[in-house]
């Protein structure tokens, strides 16, 4: 599914947060000729999860939503959280408390 917006532009819209935002649409808002309405928060944004979101703009009726474009060269988090998971299950090992002697 093709829409106008795309995760990058979510993403610099909502600075990397969560949740429901009222932003400027991107789309409707530099056809606008006011300022003010050019800068109007008519784009309401749910951010669901850090690769995901969906949006829906009260004025121009643009909805749909946008996912990150995994590319090669990035360095997916979901990658380092798995990285870190089975780091921290190593150290968990090493410093099992039960092995611990009784006196310390
Ligand atoms: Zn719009």
Same mark, same amino acid.
Do not use: Y
């Given at each position: ?9 979510? @993403? ?18 530099? @056809? +606008? ?5 050019? @800068?109007?928060?008519?784009? +309401?944004?749910? +951010?669901?999860? @850090? ?7 009260? /004025? ?6 946008? #996912? ?18 089975? +780091? ?10 039960? /092995? #611990?002697?009784?006196?310390?």
């Amino acid at each position: 599914m093709k829409t106008g917006l795309d995760f990058q532009i979510v @993403e610099q819209l909502l600075g990397g947060k969560f949740g429901t935002f009222d932003v400027a649409c991107p789309l409707c808002g530099p @056809e +606008r000729r006011s300022h003010v309405n050019q @800068e109007r928060r008519v784009l +309401r944004i749910w +951010r669901t999860s @850090e690769d995901f979101a969906t949006f829906r703009c009260a /004025r121009c009726e643009e909805e749909g939503f946008v #996912r990150r474009e995994r590319v090669g060269a990035e360095n997916p988090p979901t990658t380092n959280k798995i990285i870190g998971a089975a +780091r921290r299950n190593s150290k968990k090992e090493v410093h099992d408390p039960s /092995r #611990r002697p009784a006196t310390s």
